[in-house]
């Protein structure tokens, strides 16, 4: 069926759906950088989800029971900026899609979470938008579990390109929606078969419809262009208990006789002349941004819909008992219990008392236990190292179609994919997540874990086996830059800590701070309680202090983080039996230290002694402390590693590689 035959066997529905692709083509040549072709080519399928099935309203856009829809093909972002413009939501203006990729608008090339309502996560990155999904449904069916489905009950709609399918991440997702039966996620592949190369056959013969039917999900293919098709493929996945993937036949820039079905369609505008003739050829005489009022009310009414069943559904949510309501509206807004400082000040006291020689892994899975009861929005899990990592408490339960109230998911080995769908749990609200894997395999989940930091997300990182501490696994599993890399993401907090106190102060934190991802570095090997004072003070929240200070006069610091805080204090004692006034200071979080006021950081940090960093990884960093604050290259060391671990038992590593109370003495008398 060609256009026009489309005009007329649905004219009201194209002429909705033409507004999406003119928005788009104006919006992107006026710009003169952009994606036109996919919005031209999935505007009838949008029409239609929003028409016909999303729940929205759009004047209460962060309604907590709304349909989310997921733009995983980010790159055509003004289909989804177009939606919101033309359903009413209130921050998406006509002079924003005007400005379009320009500074300072909040219609980013891409999409990006927090620019404005309605974007429910930053997409972009391949495969990301899709996969974060997946975290969504899970979130909602965990919500529906605990709060009841009179209060908890959506979808979540994705579409998706053939780039999100071909990244390894979308494997990893899809594995794991079709694991637990996620019949709530209904995603729509924009089935056109072109890439920025070109054909999509030049790279990939994947049979996509095979792949996901056997990863456990339901498949439809239709006409993408043909809105009865289009409504009944929606109408069916919403009955099945199975994830739905709907591929959707579509052109690439629907209706340009010159770029149609091409690459020409999908990183550039189309040009002055072959807009003019695509406005031609959908029968649209208006000009550049002006959207008719007739077909602009039409598309409001659209926008107020939901209206109705938003006014029902707070209803019901009175209807709750009050505890429960608050608890709601608690996990909701992102609100720590009152009870988790009570807690972890018990936790450390407990702590500080008994004095405990453990792995700070085995510290973290004490502090869960804490923390799981009172925080019933945690949802933790990990990517295949459960037992190693330490990540399941007691009475958690495992999260599973059979029992969606389990609060604990196995992932598999999917660490990228498991970093995404936390990144879903916690921007669909309700839930702190939070997963583990070996620090080295976050590598595996970097794409996820810059996007956790980028969106400004609550979403906890425990990496365990955190340094040649691990020991006999040798230099694959042995991570020596890594710190490095961490600490190198804008707004990520990585913590390390020194004992069992540190760990329960560094998790309150990670869990209090709603703007921030962390990163938990924990150690395979046990260590001491170096904190046997209890202070009710979380001395971690200001990144640094003094964990032990100088006897007589000072003449080193020694700054340390994790495991090697040990080290400097055996140090210190060497170094102080030979009336070397030395002080230590516990360095668990760099980025908060940073954060702090000056007249603090000197304290901390003073002019004039000499400094030595004692880290097991690289030196990389550590001379913004070291030189850097008030210090000096030439009263400036650092005791840790220079190249790649080997395989041993962890003792002797340390030893091999000259991270010793021993050559920290050495290399302060050095600098002395």
């Not at 690459?263 to 002349?273: I, K, M, T």
Request: charged share 20%.
């Amino acid at each position: 069926m060609d256009i026009s035959e489309r005009r007329k066997a649905h004219p009201e529905h194209w002429m909705k759906a033409a507004a999406l692709r003119v928005l788009a083509m104006d919006a992107v040549q006026a710009a003169n950088s952009g994606h036109p072709g996919m919005p031209m080519g999935m505007a009838d399928v949008a029409t239609v989800l929003f028409e016909k099935h999303l729940k929205f309203d759009a004047s209460t856009p962060d309604w907590a029971d709304r349909d989310r829809f997921v733009l995983s093909a980010g790159h055509g972002s003004m289909l989804l900026y177009g939606l919101l413009y033309l359903t009413g939501y209130p921050e998406m203006t006509l002079e924003q899609i005007k400005n379009f990729r320009q500074l300072g608008s909040i219609t980013a090339g891409h999409p990006e979470y927090g620019h404005a309502p309605g974007i429910e996560t930053t997409t972009g990155p391949l495969g990301q938008g899709i996969s974060n999904a997946v975290g969504m449904a899970m979130a909602e069916a965990s919500m529906a579990a605990r709060f009841g489905r009179k209060v908890v009950d959506h979808y979540t709609y994705v579409i998706a390109g053939d780039g999100c399918l071909m990244e390894g991440i979308s494997h990893e997702a899809i594995g794991l929606a079709g694991r637990q039966k996620l019949g709530k996620l209904i995603v729509f592949w924009d089935n056109n078969g072109i890439s920025i190369d070109g054909e999509v056959s030049k790279a990939d013969v994947t049979d996509q419809i095979a792949r996901f039917k056997a990863s456990g999900w339901d498949t439809a293919s239709i006409d993408g262009h043909d809105p009865e098709a289009i409504d009944a493929a929606i109408t069916a996945a919403k009955k099945t208990r199975k994830p739905t993937l709907i591929a959707c036949k579509t052109h690439i820039g629907y209706g340009s006789p010159k770029k149609q079905d091409s690459a020409g369609a999908h990183g550039s505008p189309l040009g002055a002349e072959e807009i003019a003739t695509v406005r031609e050829i959908y029968g649209w005489s208006h000009e550049a941004f002006d959207i008719p009022a007739e077909i602009l009310k039409a598309w409001r009414t659209i926008g107020s819909r939901g209206l109705g069943t938003r006014a029902a559904w707070e209803a019901e949510l009175s209807g709750l008992s009050a505890t429960k309501r608050a608890e709601f509206e608690r996990v909701i807004s992102g609100a720590v219990p009152k009870r988790l400082s009570a807690t972890i000040k018990a936790l450390k006291k407990q702590i500080s008392e008994e004095k405990p020689n453990i792995a700070t892994r085995k510290s973290s899975e004490n502090a869960l236990a804490a923390i799981n009861p009172v925080m019933g929005e945690t949802i933790g899990g990990s990517a295949d190292l459960t037992g190693s990592n330490n990540t399941l408490t007691k009475d958690l339960g495992t999260f599973e179609p059979e029992n969606r109230k389990g609060r604990y998911v196995y992932y598999g080995i999917r660490e990228h994919g498991m970093a995404a769908a936390m990144n879903g749990l916690a921007v669909h609200g309700g839930c702190v997540p939070y997963g583990g894997t070996f620090l080295t395999f976050s590598d595996y989940a970097r794409g996820a874990m810059r996007l956790s930091a980028l969106m400004g997300i609550r979403v906890v990182y425990v990496m365990t086996h955190d340094s040649i501490g691990l020991g006999e696994d040798g230099p694959t599993h042995q991570p020596v830059e890594h710190l490095a890399a961490l600490r190198a993401i804008p707004n990520m907090h990585v913590f390390r800590p020194a004992d069992a106190v540190e760990t329960a102060e560094v998790w309150e934190l990670a869990l209090t701070m709603q703007d921030a991802p962390s990163v938990l570095s924990l150690t395979r090997q046990n260590l001491p309680t170096l904190r046997t004072e209890h202070k009710n003070n979380n001395l971690s929240a200001r990144g640094a202090y003094v964990m032990a200070e100088a006897e007589g006069k000072r003449q080193a610091i020694l700054l340390a983080t994790g495991s090697e805080v040990e080290i400097a204090m055996q140090a210190r004692e060497m170094l102080q039996a030979e009336g070397i006034g030395t002080r230590v200071v516990s360095m668990p979080c760099w980025e908060l230290f940073e954060a702090q006021d000056e007249a603090w950081r000197k304290k901390v940090l003073p002019a004039g002694p000499v400094r030595v960093g004692i880290e097991a990884g690289l030196r990389f960093g550590w001379d913004k402390w070291l030189s850097g604050e008030r210090g000096l290259d030439r009263k400036a060391g650092f005791v840790g590693m220079e190249g790649f671990g080997a395989s041993g038992p962890a003792p002797e590593l340390y030893k091999h590689f000259g991270i010793t109370p021993e050559a920290t003495v050495a290399r302060v008398k050095a600098l002395l």
